[in-house]
C-alpha cells in the first residue's frame, strides 16, 4: 500500500489568536514496505505529520492517498483506514487496561467482529512477533517491565494487521535492555511481515541501523530526504538545524584525523566494528 502525501498543510487554532502553523506543504511517497525514518527536533512537525497518515486528524489543506484513494473522501471509511495504518503513540503503554496480556492484546481484534478462531490466532501471532512468549499471556501487563509493557502494547496493534505500522518514540523511557528488546523486536517485524515501518525517533543510531530512508523535519517543512548514507554525509547541514550523524561517526572522524586510513560514510557501530576489523588485520600483515 502506498502513502502519498500532497500540498500537505496544518493549522491550530485556525482563526483565533493562538493560531499555529504545524506543516507547510509536505510533498511525500512512501512505497509499499519501506522502512522509514521521520527525524527532526522537537516541534519540528513529526507528530502532526504521523497523526494525518491514519486520519486521526484532518488537513488544513492538500491530500493523504492511500492507493490514489483520498482518505478524507469518505468519512465513514476513516475506522478502515486506521486498521490499514496501525498508529503506536509514544508511551502505548498508557494505554494497556486489560486484566491480562492475551486480553490487552485481542481488545482490537475483538471489535473487529472476527471469529474466536481468527481472534486467538492474531493474539498468538502479534505476541509471537513482539518476542513475548505464553509465559505471560495470563499475566497482568502491569507486572511486566517496561520494554515488556511496550511490546504488548505495540503487540496490540500488530493484531490488528496493519498494513503500516507508525511508532511514535517507541524506545522513550525505556533502560537500555528494554530499548534493545524493542528495537530487535521492530527489525524481526520487518523482516518476517514485510510491512511498512515509520519509526518517529531522535536516536540517529537507531534509524541508521534500521531504516531504509529518512525523512528530516524542520520547522514543519522536509528539510532532506535520502537513505541514511546520503542524509548523515550532510552532517554539517543536520548540525545547523540541531540533529547530528550516529556518535560512531565523529569517533571515526578522529580516528581518520590520527592517520587511520577509514572510510567516510560508516554511521553504524556494526559497520565501524567491520572496517576497524579489516584495517588491523591488515596491518598485522605488514
Given at each position: 500500500m502506498s502513502i502519498k502525501i500532497n500540498h500537505l498543510k496544518h493549522v491550530y487554532n485556525?482563526?483565533?489568536?493562538?493560531?499555529?502553523?504545524?506543516?507547510?506543504?509536505?510533498?511525500?511517497?512512501?512505497?509499499?514496505?519501506?522502512?522509514?525514518?521521520?527525524?527532526g527536533h522537537t516541534g519540528s512537525g513529526k507528530s502532526t505529520l504521523i497523526q494525518h497518515l491514519n486520519g486521526t486528524i484532518s488537513p488544513t489543506e492538500g491530500e493523504i492517498l492511500l492507493d490514489d484513494e483520498n482518505i478524507h473522501k469518505d468519512k465513514a471509511k476513516l475506522r478502515e483506514v486506521r486498521q490499514r495504518i496501525g498508529l503506536a503513540f509514544q508511551y502505548p503503554e498508557h494505554q494497556l487496561f486489560e486484566m491480562t496480556v492475551y486480553k490487552d492484546v485481542a481488545f482490537g481484534p475483538s471489535n473487529m467482529k472476527l471469529s474466536e478462531q481468527e481472534i486467538d490466532k492474531r493474539v498468538r501471532e502479534a505476541l509471537q512477533t513482539v518476542g513475548l512468549s505464553e509465559s505471560v499471556y495470563e499475566k497482568s501487563p502491569f507486572e511486566l517491565s517496561g520494554g515488556q509493557k511496550r511490546r504488548v502494547a505495540i503487540a496490540g496493534v500488530l493484531a490488528m494487521n496493519p498494513e503500516v505500522l507508525i511508532l511514535d518514540e517507541p524506545t522513550a523511557g525505556l533502560d537500555p535492555k528494554g530499548r534493545d528488546e524493542?528495537?530487535?523486536?521492530?527489525?524481526?517485524?520487518?523482516?518476517?511481515?514485510?510491512?511498512?515501518?515509520?519509526?518517529?525517533?531522535?536516536?540517529?543510531?537507531?534509524?541508521?541501523?534500521?531504516?531504509?530512508?529518512?525523512?528530516?523535519?524542520?520547522?514543519?517543512?522536509?528539510?532532506?530526504?535520502?537513505?541514511?548514507?546520503?542524509?548523515?554525509?550532510?552532517?554539517?547541514?543536520l548540525e545547523k538545524i540541531g540533529l547530528a550523524a550516529p556518535q560512531i561517526s565523529y569517533v571515526l572522524a578522529e580516528l581518520k584525523q590520527k592517520g587511520y586510513d577509514l572510510?567516510?560514510?560508516?554511521?553504524?557501530?556494526?559497520?565501524?566494528?567491520?572496517?576497524?576489523?579489516?584495517?588491523?588485520?591488515?596491518?598485522?600483515?605488514?
Open positions: 485556525a482563526g483565533t489568536i493562538f493560531e499555529k502553523t504545524a506543516l507547510y506543504d509536505i510533498n511525500i511517497t512512501i512505497q509499499t514496505g519501506e522502512f522509514i525514518g521521520l527525524i524493542i528495537l530487535y523486536a521492530i527489525k524481526k517485524l520487518h523482516e518476517k511481515r514485510g510491512i511498512t515501518i515509520i519509526l518517529v525517533s531522535h536516536s540517529m543510531e537507531d534509524v541508521a541501523k534500521l531504516a531504509d530512508r529518512l525523512i528530516v523535519m524542520e520547522k514543519g517543512r522536509v528539510a532532506m530526504t535520502g537513505t541514511p548514507k546520503e542524509v548523515f554525509a550532510r552532517v554539517e547541514e572510510p567516510n560514510d560508516i554511521y553504524t557501530v556494526e559497520e565501524a566494528v567491520k572496517a576497524l576489523y579489516t584495517l588491523l588485520k591488515g596491518e598485522e600483515k605488514l
